[in-house]
T-cell receptor, first 110, second 113 residues
Framework: SQQGEEDPQALSIQEGENATMNCSYKTSINNLQWYRQNSGRGLVHLILIRSNEREKHSGRLRVTLDTSKKSSSLLITASRAADTASYFC??????????FGEGTQLTVNP | DGGITQSPKYLFRKEGQNVTLSCEQN?????MYWYRQDPGQGLRLIYYSQIVNDFQKGDIAEGYSVSREKKESFPLTVTSAQKNPTAFYLCASSKPGIFGGYTFGSGTRLTVV
């Protein structure tokens, strides 16, 4: 078990639309991070939100964290074809170890 | 430029062979990690090391071995005991205590032939 779930597994939208991906987890966390992976490549760190934060922004990205519901969401606004990738949430619990979800495959159609 | 280099990009292994995947970083990060990714799935932790000459098993360590003799290097050996080694292997590093996330290499795709 990855100790969490992401949904949807796959998301297909048109350019200009917003994309929302959700992540749930089961154990307490130090922080939650979101990563992006282009096909066949390594992961790229997008944004980190600490357990005492509720919302964070970075450019077109907005991340929320609800520790009472053990869930997080990643919103990409005004999506572009270049945003097509897999997006993973990762929970840091202890010792800097990250546990990854199974990801959401986002396809942005031009 | 600082970063993590994984080599080779593609690797083919015959049944019963051991193979070693290289991971080198010049970021001066203390911690390094090896993950395995199967098609359409997330990452699973194989081994990690938070300091030179020390490493810990992750969630799927069976059939793998590592060493950490230098801060910059964290090679992973896939042994013949790993019955299903075909996967995408990712190395990462981080600076513990600094909230900056992991830096990943570009991965090695291992195929058993």
């Amino acid at each position: 078990s990855q100790q969490g779930e992401e949904d949807p597994q796959a998301l297909s939208i048109q350019e200009g639309e917003n994309a929302t991906m959700n992540c749930s987890y089961k154990t307490s966390i130090n922080n939650l991070q979101w990563y992006r992976q282009n096909s066949g490549r390594g992961l790229v760190h997008l944004i980190l939100i600490r357990s005492n934060e509720r919302e964070k922004h970075s450019g077109r990205l907005r991340v929320t964290l609800d520790t009472s519901k053990k869930s997080s969401s990643l919103l990409i606004t005004a999506s572009r074809a270049a945003d097509t990738a897999s997006y993973f949430c990762a929970r840091e619990t202890s010792g800097s170890r990250l546990t990854f979800g199974e990801g959401t495959q986002l396809t942005v159609n031009p | 430029d600082g970063g993590i280099t994984q080599s080779p990009k593609y690797l083919f292994r015959k049944e019963g062979q051991n193979v070693t995947l290289s991971c080198e970083q010049n970021l001066n990060h203390d911690a390094m990690y090896w993950y395995r990714q199967d098609p359409g799935q997330g990452l699973r932790l194989i081994y990690y090391s938070q300091i030179v000459n020390d490493f810990q098993k992750g969630d799927i360590a069976e059939g793998y071995s590592v060493s950490r003799e230098k801060k910059e290097s964290f090679p992973l050996t896939v042994t013949s005991a790993q019955k299903n080694p075909t996967a995408f292997y990712l190395c990462a590093s981080s600076k513990p205590g600094i909230f900056g996330g992991y830096t990943f290499g570009s991965g090695t795709r291992l195929t058993v032939v």
